[in-house]
């Protein structure tokens, strides 16, 4: 860290604690130069996590929304919202993991699959009538059948 009095570039650590809840670390350093002190203040820098949809279009991220798919596809079954929160915390851990600044909207929708079939097959089927655009009752049965095989 370079001292804001002499330009020096070498400073020691006298003392470090959080602020904002944790947020943040506030550091007061001494030059090795000169000696003066000064205060630092650390945070993580957070870079929004950008969808990239079907028709190209390029959005952030949003929590939100992906819990909403969720509950409409989830409505009148014994689905608690809690669960719902863990399975959206989850993907969006898998997403962040991921280390990439940029994810598909395709990906994002496999993901929640994977993770909604462990949970409703009902939610599951409905959410994946949604995200897969069925066009007839074929592609509708063949999702299903798949379903019925992966169960067996």
């Known amino acids: ?37 000064f205060t630092t203040y650390e945070k993580i820098e957070s870079v929004p996590i950008m969808v ?31 669960k719902l929160e863990n399975l959206v915390d989850e993907i969006e851990n898998t997403i962040a993991n991921t280390l990439e600044r940029e994810i598909t909207s395709e990906q994002i929708g496999e993901l929640v699959m994977s993770k909604l079939k462990n949970l409703d097959e009902v939610a599951y089927v409905r959410f994946a009538s949604v995200y897969r655009q069925f066009k007839d009752i074929n592609t509708f049965m063949d999702e299903l059948n798949r379903l019925l095989t992966d169960k067996n």
């Open 52 to 82: 990239i949809k079907k028709s190209k279009d390029r959005e952030a991220f949003s929590r939100d929304k992906l819990l909403s798919g969720l509950l409409k596809a989830c409505e009148k079954r014994p689905v608690p919202t809690d």
């Open 1 to 37: 860290m370079k001292c804001p009095f002499c330009g020096f570039t070498e400073s020691h650590v006298i003392d470090s604690r959080p602020i904002d809840d944790g947020d943040s670390i506030r550091r007061r350093r001494e030059c090795e130069k000169c000696g003066k002190r």
